[in-house]
């Protein structure tokens, strides 16, 4: 069974870049299309990003377009999400998020239930 686990958060100023990794293990990261999604105290979670299987094919949520990319590496069974001039509103828990059957477009990106396994977390804040 695949198990997800991320890492990279951490307190970062505004203006600034953060890359979480999402590391796999229990079965080949290539079978997945795979997803980021974040939750901030009080708000509701919000997709961020996904990614096709080949890495062909990627959606960003309007709110990250531009600085976030997402990207992945089939051969180490990781996926990352580089964030560059970070803003307090990216202050979130990110989640790294995959399913065997879900295709990346811009309403798999939206629905955090359609996603089958989900990781435990980590945590990006942005502060001065």
């Known amino acids: 069974q695949l198990q997800l686990v991320e890492s990279g958060g951490g307190l970062v100023q505004p203006g600034g870049s953060l890359r979480l990794s999402c590391a796999a293990s229990?079965?080949?990261?290539?079978?997945?299309?795979l997803a980021w999604f974040r939750q901030a105290p009080g708000q509701e979670r919000e997709g961020v990003s996904c990614?096709?299987?080949?890495?062909?094919?990627?959606n960003y949520a309007d709110s990250v377009e531009g600085r976030f990319t997402i990207s992945r590496d089939n051969a180490k069974n990781t996926v990352y999400l580089q964030m560059n001039s970070l803003k307090p509103e990216d202050t979130a828990v990110y989640f790294c998020?995959?399913?065997?059957?879900?295709?990346?477009?811009?309403?798999?990106?939206?629905?955090?239930?359609?996603?089958?396994?989900w990781g435990q977390g980590t945590q990006v804040t942005v502060s001065s």
């Open positions: 229990g079965f080949p990261l290539n079978y997945y299309d």
């Open positions: 990614i096709s299987r080949g890495g062909s094919n990627t």
């Open positions: 998020v995959a399913d065997l059957q879900l295709v990346c477009d811009s309403v798999s990106r939206r629905l955090g239930e359609l996603w089958n396994v």
